[in-house]
Antibody, heavy 116, light 107 residues
């Protein structure tokens, strides 16, 4: 059974940084691309970033380019999202999802709140 | 960026009736479109990918159609568990994008 467990969400001040983690199990992590999707409170889904399983090629939505960095450690079966220069509009539940294009498997999400 | 527009924002339908949800892309996404269902407090659930292929375990009452810029999700006979928010997502061009969602509520 695929399991994705996000962690690292917290309350952070504007301009601050946070690193999210997603621990994966139940599948061969190194063989799959991985993605992050977020959802602001009471709002819709927003695709954030993805990383390929080969060569670790990364992709970002325009609003986070230059501020967020996606990475993975295949030896630890873990996906990361380093978030810098955080803004109030980054407040959301952040989900990790298995695969690149469409997402069968999702984590339960971790809440990031950017506020002073 | 490809903008995905869903309509209507809210759809009121009685149990047992058919529901038709629409999704329009600002440019062609071929058939690179997925549909998700989300209930409060839960992660989204994949329903359809490739515009018309049901994901594993999804009941046959869910069907997807369309290609290019116009897509439809049809639920043939609504069950109580189908009342939720539905999102379309294109995976044709980076950055991938979701529609704003359609809330399907009980009439």
């Amino acid at each position: 059974e695929v399991q994705l467990l996000e962690s690292g969400g917290n309350l952070v001040q504007p301009g601050g940084s946070l690193r999210l983690s997603c621990a994966a199990s139940g599948f061969t992590f190194s063989s799959y691309a991985m993605s992050w999707v977020r959802q602001a409170p009471g709002k819709g889904l927003e695709w954030v970033s993805a990383i390929s399983h080969i060569r670790g090629i990364s992709y970002y939505t325009d609003s986070v380019k230059g501020r967020f960095t996606i990475s993975r450690d295949n030896s630890k079966n873990t996906l990361y999202l380093q978030m810098d220069s955080l803004r109030a509009e980054d407040t959301a539940v952040y989900y990790c999802a298995k695969d690149l294009d469409w997402y069968v498997d999702w984590g339960q999400g971790t809440l990031v709140t950017v506020s002073s | 960026e490809i903008v995905m527009t869903q309509s209507p924002a809210t759809l009121s339908v009685s149990p047992g009736e058919r529901a038709t949800l629409s999704c329009r892309a600002s440019q062609s996404v071929s058939n690179n479109l997925a549909w998700y269902q989300q209930k409060p407090g839960q992660a989204p659930r994949l329903l359809i990918y490739g515009a018309s292929t049901r994901a594993t375990g999804i009941p046959a009452r869910f069907s997807g159609s369309g290609s290019g810029t116009e897509f439809t999700l049809t639920i043939s006979s609504l069950q109580s568990e189908d009342f939720a928010v539905y999102y379309c997502q294109q995976y044709h061009n980076w950055p991938y994008t979701f529609g704003q969602g359609t809330k399907l509520e009980i009439k």
